[in-house]
């Protein structure tokens, strides 16, 4: 811990009162942006995906459950990869508690990965995680929504994530929110990438309250620090160095057809 500057409780009180106008003030602009965010536009979405989950194939309009509202977390889980991504864990720690007090807001959440359906089943159990995980395996889904990238385009060095071209992974997170209307059309109402993912991390919100805060300023990439929960253990470090990258490919990996 970094030595920090002592004040009366005089001071303090003024400085913390001088916080809370800040902090009243982003909480304004937040429900604004939130606002802004309801008034987007819907787009029809045309095309038939279909999905792989425990009770068999599902259309998107299936996985609503009943509800008119769908929240999807495009996981970073490759065909190939040996398991999910450390900061998908990371968030995916948070899904579990949300989803009855969602389904009880007409809203269904639910995570979509490219990895095959035994593969997400086998790492959900190893979590102990309870939501429901389906497999886009084989189909556009991820491609159209800007989460997955083939090899033509991580081959041009640059790849269409987050509203802009930049350097990429064949993997990367994102949140898509869809929604049903009474003829049972499905439009897809927003969706967001990167640092937006935030908003879905409750840990970071208990990190931004301590005094050392995040503590990723010396990382190559700010989740460097995060691990798998079962991964913790007395022998923990962090690498600051650690390049941000997808992990190891099954040694018996199987190929998605786009």
Request: aromatic share 12%; charged share 25%.
């Amino acid at each position: 811990m970094q030595p920090h500057r002592i004040v009366s409780p005089e001071v303090w009180l003024a400085e913390r009162k001088a916080l809370l106008a800040c902090e009243k003030a982003l909480t304004k602009a937040r429900d604004e942006v939130a606002r802004q965010r309801r008034e987007l536009p819907w787009v029809k979405v045309e095309k038939p995906y279909v999905f792989e989950g425990p009770e068999g194939q599902a259309s998107l309009s299936d996985l609503f459950d009943g509800r008119s509202q769908l929240v999807i977390y495009h996981f970073m889980f490759g065909p190939e990869w040996r398991e999910e991504c450390p900061s998908c864990s990371f968030l995916a720690d948070h899904i579990d508690g949300a989803v009855p007090h969602l389904a009880n807001r007409d809203v269904t959440l639910i995570a979509v990965a490219r990895a095959p359906l035994a593969h997400l089943e086998a790492f959900k159990k190893r979590m102990g995680w309870r939501f429901k995980w389906v497999s886009s395996f084989g189909g556009d889904f991820n491609f159209d929504y800007h989460v997955s990238f083939s090899e033509a385009e991580l081959g041009r060095g640059e790849v269409d994530y987050n509203y802009r071209m930049q350097a990429g992974l064949d993997e990367l997170p994102g949140i898509s929110v869809f929604c049903k209307d009474e003829t049972g059309q499905v439009f897809h109402s927003y969706s967001s990438y990167g640092r937006g993912g935030d908003l879905l991390i409750g840990a970071y919100n208990y990190l931004d309250l301590v005094p050392k805060g995040r503590d990723e300023g010396g990382l190559a990439f700010t989740m460097a620090w995060v691990r798998h929960h079962d991964r913790y253990d007395r022998g923990y470090a962090v690498d600051p160095g650690q390049a941000q990258g997808p992990p190891e490919k099954s040694a018996a990996s199987c190929r998605a057809e786009r």
